[in-house]
């Protein structure tokens, strides 16, 4: 069974640029949530969407946002870049509904910002 | 709201010696708790879980134990190996309206010396 896929792996930004990051869950897998990782902040929620619809979402600012497929398939999107948005971005997904907390992470999109 | 704190690291160790990180949360009712480690070059990976008061979780040879009277999840094994070096990290959520929300500690690096 194929695991948790993030694309790009790497990617470079300028300040004030946008970017958006894909993360393919695991077959059957409805559950999708996001994480940024820092290494002063540690690991942090950004969201997670079940179904297409969002079911949690953590204390981002509103330049993060995301989106959920019909095929499960996650996006998250940074609009208007700041040095501080450089950060290692996970995604993990679950099986969904009653949700255990077992998630399974993809190796992360890393972002630095310019 | 919940936090999860771990004891500061890195920690340095010789193999075969015993391990333990410590670990605290603090959570509006039950959270289920976890250890969670990320290799050199992999993603975060699930080590152990356990999902109510007294319940033990054990994987690899490394073990922790639910305490509500403390609200502690310590992370123990009795001999470690140059394998087992790595980022571990303690969380906690899941269940109830959290789903794929984990609040995660600071992480502690694991370097073991053959």
């Known amino acids: 069974k194929a695991g948790v896929t993030q694309t790009p792996r790497y990617l470079i930004k300028t300040r004030g640029q946008q970017v958006t990051l894909s993360c393919s869950p695991i077959s059957g897998h409805r559950s999708v949530s996001w994480y940024q990782q820092t290494p002063g902040q540690g690991l942090q929620f950004l969201f997670e969407?079940?179904?297409?619809?969002?079911?949690n979402k953590g204390n981002f600012p509103g330049r993060f946002s995301g989106r959920q497929f019909s095929n499960s398939r996650s996006e998250m999107n940074v609009s208007t870049l700041e040095l501080g948005d450089s950060a290692l971005y996970l995604c993990?997904?679950?099986?969904?509904?009653?949700?255990?907390?077992?998630?399974?992470f993809g190796e992360g999109s890393r972002l630095t910002v310019l | 709201g919940n936090s999860v704190t771990q004891m500061e690291g890195p920690v340095t160790l010789s193999e075969e010696a015993f391990l333990t990180i410590n670990c605290t949360y603090t959570a509006t009712g039950y959270p289920s708790l976890f250890w969670y480690v990320q290799y050199p070059g992999e993603g975060l990976q699930l080590l152990l879980k356990?999902?109510?008061?007294?319940d033990k979780g054990s994987n690899k040879g490394f073990e922790a134990t639910y305490r509500k009277e403390t609200t502690s999840f310590h992370l123990e094994k009795g001999s470690v190996q140059v394998s087992d070096s790595a980022v571990y990290f303690c969380a906690s959520g899941g269940g109830g309206t959290s789903y794929g929300k984990l609040t995660f500690g600071q992480g502690t690096i694991l370097t073991v010396h053959p």
């Open positions: 356990a999902t109510k008061a007294d």
């Open positions: 993990a997904s679950s099986p969904g509904g009653l949700n255990t907390g077992e998630l399974f």
């Open positions: 969407y079940f179904s297409e619809t969002q079911r």
